[in-house]
């Protein structure tokens, strides 16, 4: 036997428990050939409560976890082909900020896989609020010309929590409004 941490390959073997998963195992050391069993166990998951919006609608559901699992605000995680950020945790009737699976009552959690960017066009002299959708990852840079529902406008300055910048870029997650200004053409 190596007594090392390497690659098994999994002879044969079942899946047995009601509390706990557990894997009792046939399996073979890839590095040195030796045979023996294992048995590894993983707690049940178990189904916390959660609603997910995407812009106006929300939909409750539940999500599969395991029990010791951490939920945290702005984790990221996939839910029904869809990618969602955590927004709150209830434990026990109270929002927080973060605990373990077992104890969360319920999760709040917006779709994720395009976000909502805020516009204000500056079509000369009268400003327009639009809205856009975009990759939590898309870069936005001063100085940029976007199409906004058929108009080319420049980006001239981007605000990001509390500051706004006038040169440079930001990604599109931490964006909270984009200011633009038409191009004649």
């Known amino acids: 036997m190596c007594n090392e941490e390497t ?5 044969g073997g079942r899946v047995v428990g009601k509390k706990q998963l557990v894997l009792k195992s046939s399996v073979r050391c890839c590095e040195c050939g030796h045979v023996h069993a294992v048995e590894l166990a993983e707690e049940m998951p178990i189904e916390v409560p959660i609603v997910v919006s995407w812009m106006e609608e929300s939909t409750k559901s539940r999500i599969t976890l395991n029990p010791s699992e951490e939920v945290k605000i702005d984790d990221e995680l996939y839910f029904n082909d869809h990618r969602i950020l955590i927004t709150s945790v209830e434990v026990g009737g109270v929002r927080r900020n ?8 319920n999760i709040w959690a917006k779709q994720f896989d395009k976000i909502r960017i805020k516009i204000s066009l500056d079509r000369h002299g009268k400003v327009y609020s639009k ?6 990852e898309e870069e936005f840079i001063i100085g940029d010309v976007v199409d906004i529902e058929g108009t080319n406008a420049a980006i001239t300055s981007i605000r990001i929590g509390t500051h706004t910048i006038h040169r440079g870029s930001a990604i599109a997650r931490d964006i909270v409004r984009v200011y ?6």
């Open 98 to 105: 973060r605990g373990k699976a077992k104890d969360v009552t």
């Open 7 to 11: 690659a098994h390959e999994i002879l």
């Open 180 to 185: 633009t200004k038409a191009i004649r053409r």
């Open 131 to 136: 809205d856009i959708l975009a990759v939590p």
